[in-house]
């Protein structure tokens, strides 16, 4: 179908949640075996010793540890609340921050950051003004250590249905940042893909809304998470890319088809620059990322290079372009938010 249709259902009795616009598969989120504590977990923690040489310290958690890196003003003992910001690795503790936020639809709050803002993303001055004086009416009496972003699905939201997720999301805010006595404890739980999808996917509004058992059956993202089995992704004009995981980075290799002159190379890096931020998202891939693009002339590489800005400056998971290789290849260093698709690949 055309436009933007989010799709809520199960996987194994784990949530799950696709977007796709215009058809195609953009997004996909499917939780987690077990009982992980996922990204935004929120908890009051118990400071460990420091790791010399390593630039952080373990905190004790209620069922393990994680890793808090680069603390400033931490003492050993000390009880801290800290915010899962990715998925653990095997064998790793968690990563934490002691920069908690709280995230909603419309609103961002963040303890420690004082400041009210409303997104970039939002142009229009009269509406910026009445966003902001909205916000301000809200955060009134709020701890002043407190800031406060309205996010860009505010745009087009009832202004009611603004004030009352401001008043929730702040009421959250403020009985966690109060409840800093006790041993370890989970106090938020990490988002489920449909929170998620819900939270994320407002803007702009979904043309179709499709939330059943089956419904990745019936509406073809089964068949899309199938094709995601397979390391090859086809791309316009024939050719392809291959994407293989290995347990210290990922490989991409890009192919141009039939066609091996340099100018169906060009062609085939251009799209596969377009198309590598949502191959990596679908298949929950990060860390390393080396990519073999296909032989083309030497002063392509910067028009290149900005095609691979752009995609992934689109894309919401922070990736950095690290550049080229002596070797001819590209690296890219990308933020682990996701765990895998499928169990084993890394």
């Keep these: 179908m055309k436009g933007r249709q989010v799709v809520l259902d199960h996987i194994d009795g784990r949530p799950a949640a696709a977007l796709r616009v215009d058809g195609r598969l953009e997004d996909l989120l499917i939780d987690p075996e077990g009982h992980e504590a996922g990204p935004g977990a929120i908890f009051r923690a118990r400071a460990d010793r420091p790791m010399k040489g390593q630039g952080g310290m373990f905190v004790t958690l209620p069922d393990g540890q994680g890793f808090l890196r680069a603390p400033k003003g931490v003492s050993q003992g000390q009880t801290l609340l800290v ?12 990563p934490l921050t002691t920069k908690v936020l709280f995230k909603s639809r419309h609103v961002i709050l963040t303890p420690g950051a004082p400041g009210l803002n409303v997104s970039r993303s939002i142009r229009d001055d009269d509406l910026r003004d009445a966003l902001l004086a909205l916000l301000h009416d809200g ?73 059943a058992d089956g419904a990745f059956e019936d509406s073809g993202v089964a068949d899309d998470i199938e094709d995601l089995q397979g390391p090859v992704a086809s791309l316009p004009g024939g050719g392809s890319i291959i994407v293989e995981p290995t347990r210290a980075m990922i490989a991409v290799d890009v192919n141009t088809g039939a066609d091996t002159s340099l100018a169906a190379g060009l062609k085939a890096n251009i799209a596969a620059a377009r198309e590598l931020p949502r191959q990596l998202r679908l298949r929950g ?39 080229w290789t002596p070797l001819g290849n590209f690296e890219l260093q990308r933020k682990r938010e996701r765990l895998p698709l499928f169990a084993g690949r890394k």
């Design 285 to 323: 891939l990060g860390g390393q990322i080396t990519v073999d693009f296909a032989p083309m002339p030497k002063k392509e590489r910067r028009q290149l290079e900005q095609v691979l800005r752009a995609a992934f400056r689109a894309d919401s998971v922070d990736t950095t372009l690290a550049g």
């Design 83 to 94: 915010q899962v910001t990715g998925h653990a690795e095997p064998g790793k503790a968690p």
């Design 139 to 211: 955060m009134q009496g709020a701890d002043p250590s407190f800031g406060a972003i309205l996010r860009s699905a505010s745009a087009q939201a009832d202004p009611d249905e603004i004030a009352d997720d401001i008043a929730e999301t702040r009421a959250l805010a403020e009985a966690v940042t109060a409840d800093t006595e006790g041993g370890p404890e989970l106090l938020v739980e990490a988002a489920d893909a449909h929170l998620v999808a819900w939270r994320e996917w407002a803007q702009p509004a979904p043309d179709q809304i499709l939330d």
